[in-house]
């Protein structure tokens, strides 16, 4: 491997973990963050929150919700998600889209696990480490991140587990 593959692999690395040896706890921090996000939401069955970090930068923010002028009511009268729910991956994801910040070699703290169609935006947007606390019990999306080389970080707040999949 040449010394410019070196420097571009070690930029990508402080760029994803740019706190060194107190990561671990940025994250904690980081998702703590979106679990409060998460509140915003007006979905009952799942509230979900996210936020893009970008080095030492939040770039974005979102959590599940109708999209922009909608009525606020995730679930019909039979309690079951609207189908034009957004997650809080898609919503942070095209919230940053909108900005003028790249997404490129950033991590998602998101509380919910992702689905496999935010996980396709997750690859596409560049997102490169994806951080959550919660199991959906549905794994598809995990396994598509998998593929894709994604670092995957569940994280489980109450029990001190960090566990780098």
């Known amino acids: 491997m040449g010394a410019c593959n070196l420097v ?10 740019p706190y060194g040896a107190k990561q671990k706890t940025f994250d904690q921090r980081y998702l703590e963050m979106a679990l409060i996000w998460a509140r915003n939401s007006y979905c009952v069955r799942r509230q979900v929150g996210a936020l893009i970090v970008k ?10 919700g109708t999209p922009a002028g909608f009525e606020n009511i995730c679930e019909d009268e039979n309690n079951i998600t609207k189908p034009y729910v957004l997650h809080a991956e898609a919503n942070a994801i095209t919230k940053v ?3 003028h910040n790249s997404s490129e070699n950033s991590t998602l703290y998101v509380t919910t696990s992702p689905c496999m169609e935010c996980s396709k935006l997750i ?12 199991r959906y019990p549905k794994t598809d ?10 670092e995957l970080v569940f994280l489980d707040l109450e029990n001190d587990i960090y566990e780098i999949q």
């Open 8 to 17: 571009k692999r070690k930029k990508v690395t402080d760029e994803l973990k």
């Open 55 to 64: 080095g030492k930068m939040i770039i974005s923010d979102g959590y599940n």
């Open 123 to 134: 690859i596409q947007s560049g997102i490169k480490r994806v951080v959550y606390c919660n």
């Open 141 to 150: 999306g995990l396994d598509l991140l998998r593929r894709a080389g994604i």
């Open 97 to 99: 889209a909108k900005s």
